[in-house]
Structure formats: C-alpha cells, structure tokens
C-alpha cells in the first residue's frame, strides 16, 4: 500500500515536470520565432526602440502583478476550499488591475519625454499609451498561470501557455507586416493578452463557475490577507524585474541604440534558458509547501534531488552558451548582432546563479519566508543600480552584465543560507515558521 502510494507521487511528480517543461519549450520556440523576426525585419535601431520600451514594460508587468499572482498561489494550494480562495484571489487581482491601468494611462505625458521621446525613440509616447492595456492584460494572464501551479493542474498550464505564446507571436507578426513600426508589436501584444484572457475563462470556468464563485465569496479576511503576503512579494518581484531589465533600460539612455540591440538579444537567451530549469522544479514545488518533522527527512530528500538536477542542467546550459552562443546568434539574427555573443560570455556566471536563486526562492515562499527574502532583494537593486551608472558609461553591454552579475551573488548567498536554517529549524520542532 505504501510503495502504492509512492509509486503514485512519483507518477504525479514526473507528470508535473513533463507539462511544465512541454509549456516552457513552447513559450521559448514561439518568443524566439516572433523575436527573430523583430529583429530581421525592424533593423537595429527600429529594434533597439522596441527592446527598450519593453524593458520598461516587463518592469511595468511587476507593478501591475502586485505580488498578487504569487501570494494568491500559495494560498490557493494550501487551501482545502480552493474555490473560494480563487474567489478571494480574483477579486483582489481585477480590484489592482482595474487601480493600475487607469493609473499608466495617464502617466505617458509625464515619463515619456524625459526618457528618449521623441528623440531617440520617436514611437515612445504612443508605445507608453499602449502600455496600459498590455499591462493590464497580462496581469491576468500570470495569474491564471500561478492559480494553475497552485491547484496542480499543470496540464491546463501547458496548454495556456502554448495559446499564450503562439498567440503573441501570430499577432504581432501579422500586424507588424501591415505596419512596420515597434507600436504594432505593442498592439499585437494586448490584442493576444485579450485573447489568452478569454481562453483562460474558458477552460478555468470548465471545473469552476467562475460568475457564481464572484458572486458568492464576501470573505473580507481572505482578501486581506492575499494582500498582505503580496506586500513583500512585490518588492522580490520587482528587484527580480530590475534585475533583468534595468540595464537595458539604462543602456537605452547611456549608449547609442547598436548596443542596446546586441545587449537585448543576449540577456533574452539567457533570461529565456532559465525556463528550462523552472521547468523542472516547477511541478515539484507545490508538493514541498508543507513540511513537519514527520515528513523532513522525505521533504529534504526531495528537494536536494532537485537542487542536484537544477544544477546539472545549470552546467549543461552554461557550457553550451559558451561554446555555440555567438555562432547561434550571427545563424539565426544575422552577422550585424555578432557583437551579442561575446556580452552573452559575461553573462554566464549571472545565469547559474540566478538558477541556483530562484529554485531557493520559490521554496522559500512557499514555507512562508517572503518577507526576509524581499528584505535582502534590496540589496540586489541597489548594487545593480549602483553598478550599472559606473560601468555602462565605460563599459557599454559588457558593463552592464558585469553590473547584473555582481549583484545578484549576495542575495544567492542567503537563500542558500537560509534554506538550509529553515531544514535545522524543522528537524527540531513540529511545523515550520512564518512571516
């Protein structure tokens, strides 16, 4: 009965990692198909004005996430009525959706002009306008996503992410053939999140009456506390956005549009690898949200398991770039962004150790340690602030993924550390602490 019932988990854990890893293989071939295509058909410095507006726009996607996604998935999968957590969950994420998108559209007057419009970026006020409505959009589209993760139903997750995905890049393709200007990517972007949201209506309100589950759930408290737990969430989200995108940005307003092009095209391989390792751990994480010293020694097998094979494919990965990376990028975007593969060097270091972060991270949040976790994420974008103005000036792309690198090791120093004194702190007594 209980090698039955072992056998069962396995299945199930094997099953989880093959969804995830089939929905980040999708996600990765459809983005790099549509961001090929940017780049061939735009030209280096209309695709320079792209790449920088979107580094504004994922850090923007933080800030309308709020936290909410993460905060409602963690306490979506320790619910045992996870249809009314849902219900608590959405109307918290259509509440601050509603709140951010009305406050972007108005902000492009004010921002716009102060960071390259219209001069570099002559498309920028527009594509600041369309940020609202990608903004808002997405934010649902990630939610979704977490509330999948969160009931374990990493087949619907795989599903929604190749509609996601295949949608982005049939949109802005088409629209971009009609009309050769970054602002058509931005439209085709919010016309593929519209879509995307209504399919996850569809197939979420197969299991679940979505209208009666609005209807019915008045659970103020619910609420609340989905918003507290999103508070230190925002700020780790954030430092992990900054992280990735601060230095596009600040290359957009240092350098000339030739380095922001190259820049882009190598912290988008490497940020995009990383989804081959949240593939794997992905569909193991929620299984570990519940640890106590009954089960600790099985809890920790597990998780060291997954660390050993997080880093494998960390090693693999890494090698890989190393040896092929500039030859991939002068095959597949065309020699006028071979100066890509020698940035992608110097960022190797940045991907193992955001790897090896962001599977500490993750168990961290589940065991209910957001809060001094976000508390050190500070550091990280202080450094990286820091280091980006000293070293872009001079330095170019290369200083800024020297700055990214940098900045991240103190951080992965303590979710290490702090793992492994959450382990000591289970191992002797019942449960584990939280916030």
């Known amino acids: 009965m209980i090698r039955s019932q072992d056998d069962s988990k396995k299945n199930t854990l094997i099953s989880n990692i093959a969804w995830s890893f089939l929905a980040k293989v999708f996600a990765m071939l459809f983005y790099f ?129 190749c509609i996601e995905y295949f949608l982005l890049c049939a949109f802005t393709v088409i629209l971009l053939l009609t009309n050769n200007t970054p602002t058509s990517i931005a439209l085709g972007y919010c016309t593929a999140g519209m879509a995307t949201l209504l399919c996850n209506v569809f197939i979420f309100g197969r299991k679940y009456n979505i209208p009666r589950i609005w209807k019915d759930n008045r659970n103020r408290q619910l609420q609340k506390e989905i918003i507290k737990y999103s508070v230190p969430l925002v700020l780790t989200s954030l430092g992990g956005l900054v992280l990735v995108e601060m230095d596009t940005f600040m290359l957009g307003l240092f350098c000339p549009k030739q380095q922001v092009s190259v820049y882009s095209i190598a912290k988008q391989l490497i940020s995009k690898a990383t989804n081959v390792n949240m593939a794997v751990w992905t569909g193991t994480i929620t299984s570990l949200a519940a640890i106590t010293r009954n089960n600790y020694e099985e809890k920790k097998h597990q998780f060291k398991k997954v660390n050993r094979f997080n880093n494998a494919i960390s090693i693999l990965i890494c090698m890989f770039f190393a040896m092929f990376g500039k030859f991939a990028i002068q095959i597949i975007y065309g020699t006028q962004y071979t100066d890509a593969g020698r940035i992608l060097i110097f960022l190797i270091p940045y991907y193992f150790l955001f790897c090896v972060s962001s599977l500490y991270a993750n168990f961290l949040d589940f065991m209910g340690h957001a809060k001094q976790r976000s508390l050190w994420f500070l550091s990280v974008i202080a450094i990286n602030y820091i280091f980006n103005y000293l070293l872009i000036p001079k330095y170019a792309g290369i200083g800024a993924a020297l700055a990214t690198t940098i900045s991240i090791v103190p951080y992965t120093i303590y979710c290490i550390y702090d793992v492994a004194h959450l382990f000591k702190f289970v191992q002797g007594k019942e449960g584990c602490k939280h916030d």
């Open 33 to 161: 198909i549509a961001d090929v295509f940017y780049a061939r058909f735009l030209g280096i410095d209309a695709y320079a004005e792209w790449v920088f507006f979107f580094s504004i726009a994922n850090m923007t996607f933080c800030i309308g996430w709020f936290g909410i996604n993460i905060s409602s998935k963690v306490f979506i999968a320790k619910a045992d009525d996870k249809s009314r957590c849902f219900g608590a969950a959405l109307k918290v994420r259509v509440l601050f959706s509603s709140i951010i998108f009305i406050v972007i559209i108005l902000l492009p007057p004010l921002i716009a002009p102060k960071i390259g419009y219209p001069e570099p970026y002559l498309n920028l006020k527009k594509l600041m306008y369309i940020l609202s409505g990608m903004v808002f959009v997405n934010s649902f589209t990630e939610f979704f996503k977490h509330v999948y993760i969160g009931i374990q139903e990493y087949k619907n997750l795989c599903m929604i992410t």
